[in-house]
């Protein structure tokens, strides 16, 4: 099965926020889709290894914040890549609370509030529905797509994607290749490291190349 057919699956590219009883939460997520159009009801797809989908389920609420093609790749890096169990991933980016909820206020589309009615599992992820409850324009952005976060920020999906594919999943074969991995974010640069200018630094979070290692 050609398992990159699945690309042509168009997406949106999202930060999902709860807060429970003060303690936040917030992850990227690709799968947002309304469901109904009175009184409507989204469906999102999350990972239950995610530590937001632990707080959602306490708080049985959350906030999207619709990202544009101006967020930064701090921002995605920060919420797409690192784990809210051991990091504040809220602590360098500009956000408020709204309705008791955290909302990114860096270059973002706007933001929807939810209340969780209902989840079913979905073997590694589950599918929140939620009623949204308001809604608040944020910027006249254009909104980022999953393929422009692929094309132009040139990101990678993190392991805990809905859409995460290994790469030998997609490409049929299994090639030995070079590539280097940041650790901080995840990013998998394709080729040597080391031919790139001093100056390189990682497309998604910023940091420069000694922050890269070789992938095994
Ligand atoms: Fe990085």
Known sequence: ?????????????????????????????NTVMQITSEN??????????????ELIKNAGCFSISILSEKTSQKVIGTFGFRSGKDYDKYKDCSYELEHNMP??????????FFDLISMTD??????????LT??????DYVPMTYSYYHAVVKGKAPKNAPTYQKEEETSGVTKEKVSYVCKICGYVYEGDINEETQDYKCPICGKSKEYFEKRT
């Open 1 to 29: 099965m050609d398992l990159s057919v699945l690309f042509d699956v168009s997406y949106g590219m999202y930060i999902i926020g709860v807060n429970d009883q003060g303690k936040l939460g917030g992850c990227i997520i």
């Open 40 to 53: 409507p009801i989204v469906a999102v797809s999350m990972n239950k290894d995610n530590f937001t989908y």
């Open 103 to 112: 909302v990114i206020k860096e270059n973002c589309c706007g933001a929807l």
């Open 122 to 131: 979905m073997d590694t992820h589950v599918v929140l529905f939620g009623r």
């Open 134 to 139: 308001d809604t608040m324009k944020l910027g």
